[in-house]
């Protein structure tokens, strides 16, 4: 067995102000291996049974050592057990370098011997190759048997045995400024450590992130006798699983920027509120399959969270026959895939709508709403002149069996015969002409045949 032992500057240190939580450390170890443990100051990290998929001890090694918070602050030994990388590293903290034999470590790095210190100096022990050497029998019953088990442990006699770090289910992680904040950089500053450590729990649990909030408490001694909520809190949604903290701090900084603070912030709060399995992108050798620039749905979310829900907004396909009803507008961030769904979404399993596809002759440019036209002996007149009829009647009778709704209210059910028309000046014109109902068809008589002549409308052009 191989293990590593890593240190880094106590939390109350000034220079560990930007290191992520103990906790978030051990999720950050737990991406190279799945045996991870806090001991005492040390993190320990078991690597024998995952090098060769690293590529190697070496390989691993370099990994950990690129990859960790602080390079310049770490401090780390190794060894074949947990105690004795643990005493290798307690000496090069301390500026000594340590033996290359076990035999020759003081006992001073050994935790369980640090209460009998004293009393073993006085029987000449002061390594743990001189405490091996003692009568077993009469040093647990001087000592208890807990030392001789601890040195058991560290020579590899005995197994390592400790209380593995595991990932928690959800993530939720809290912050006491250290000092308050009442500005929307001063607020994304402090969370910067919170979305360090969010990234490592995504990583240790191979989850992406679809939701999260953050939510942050005022500094009551600020409020002056004001009526105002515990905490204050936003919210952000992402189309697409999310596991690099880039993208989700541009969001932030956006929303952050539009969101008046009500008070000073003492605290914060980050915690997820959805998460999806994380599916890494599968990279081409080809230089033309890789991708530029930022996918799709990072630019709709940037500008959402910029100009507000709805700014974009996108075309829909909708299953119906009348023309200005065949799409309609909706905010960019819904139509994004997955959204909509719901918790634990799946965008292949959304339920699709077959949309009506225009006709071969429809014109690419609607006018809404169709724009009336006199006649003349029965036949349409645009900008004065009579038009000709080149193409047509196309019958569309639709929407008498449910109220569809468009963006400005209820369309209502449409009878109309189409045309492809010809004006003065050769321009092709799409124009319909209304086809009376039975019912006031039946109820009306010969003399007024005249007065509920059917109506024309110019309803597209073309190019």
Do not use: K
């Not at 076990?102 to 006085?122: C, E, F, I, K, M």
């Not at 058991?152 to 005995?158: E, L, P, S």
């Not at 980050?270 to 930022?294: C, I, K, N, V």
């Not at 299953?319 to 979404?345: F, K, N, Y």
């Amino acid at each position: 067995m191989h293990w590593l032992a890593l240190q880094w500057p106590q939390p109350d240190d000034a220079l560990a102000a930007d290191l992520p939580t103990p906790e978030a450390l051990a999720w950050w170890a737990l991406g190279f291996t799945p045996r991870v443990a806090w001991v005492e100051e040390a993190l320990l990290l078991e690597v024998s049974d995952c090098e060769r998929l690293w590529g190697g001890r070496r390989a691993l090694l370099q990994r950990i050592w690129q990859s960790n918070p602080a390079p310049d602050l770490l401090q780390q030994a190794q060894a074949a057990t947990s105690l004795a990388a643990l005493a290798r590293l307690r000496l090069q903290v301390a500026g000594h370098a340590p033996p290359a034999a076990v035999d020759g470590l003081p006992l001073h790095t050994l935790s369980a011997a640090r209460p009998h210190l004293g009393v073993l100096a006085r029987l000449g022990c002061r390594s743990w190759g001189q405490l091996d050497a003692l009568p077993r029998t009469g040093l647990a019953r001087r000592f208890g048997p807990a030392l001789g088990h601890a040195l058991d442990v560290a020579c590899g006699r005995a197994p390592d045995v400790h209380a593995w770090v595991v990932a928690p289910e959800r993530f939720v992680q809290a912050l006491e400024l250290p000092q308050r904040a009442d500005s929307a950089p001063a607020l994304l500053w402090s969370t910067r450590r919170l979305l360090t450590s969010l990234q490592y729990w995504l990583a240790a649990r191979q989850q992406g992130v679809l939701a999260l909030e953050l939510a942050w408490s005022f500094d009551q001694r600020r409020l002056n006798g004001q009526a105002l909520p515990p905490r204050q809190a936003i919210e952000l949604r992402t189309a697409e699983p999310v596991q690099r903290m880039e993208h989700i701090q541009r969001l932030l900084a956006e929303r952050l920027a539009r969101t008046p603070l009500l008070a000073p912030a003492r605290a914060i709060r980050l915690r997820t509120l959805e998460t999806a399995p994380w599916q890494a992108a599968t990279r081409s050798f080809l230089p033309e399959d890789q991708p530029r620039g930022d996918p799709l749905h990072v630019f709709v979310e940037r500008v959402g969270a910029r100009l507000g829900a709805g700014a974009l907004r996108t075309p829909v396909p909708q299953a119906d026959h009348r023309p200005e009803c065949r799409q309609r507008w909706q905010a960019a961030e819904q139509a994004l895939p997955g959204r909509g769904v719901g918790p634990g979404r799946n965008a292949e399993a959304a339920p699709s709508v077959p949309a009506c596809v225009p006709g071969p002759l429809d014109p690419a440019w609607l006018l809404r709403p169709p724009q009336p036209l006199a006649q003349q002996q029965g036949r349409p007149v645009h900008q004065g002149r009579r038009l000709r009829l080149i193409a047509g009647p196309r019958r569309i009778e639709s929407g008498w069996w449910s109220g569809a709704v468009a963006d400005d209210g209820p369309e209502p059910p449409v009878a109309r015969d189409y045309f492809i028309a010809q004006g003065a000046a050769a321009e092709l014109l799409w124009v319909y002409r209304e086809r009376p109902t039975s019912a006031s068809a039946a109820g009306t008589g010969a003399g007024d045949r005249q007065a509920d002549a059917p109506r024309w409308f110019l309803h597209g052009l073309y190019a």
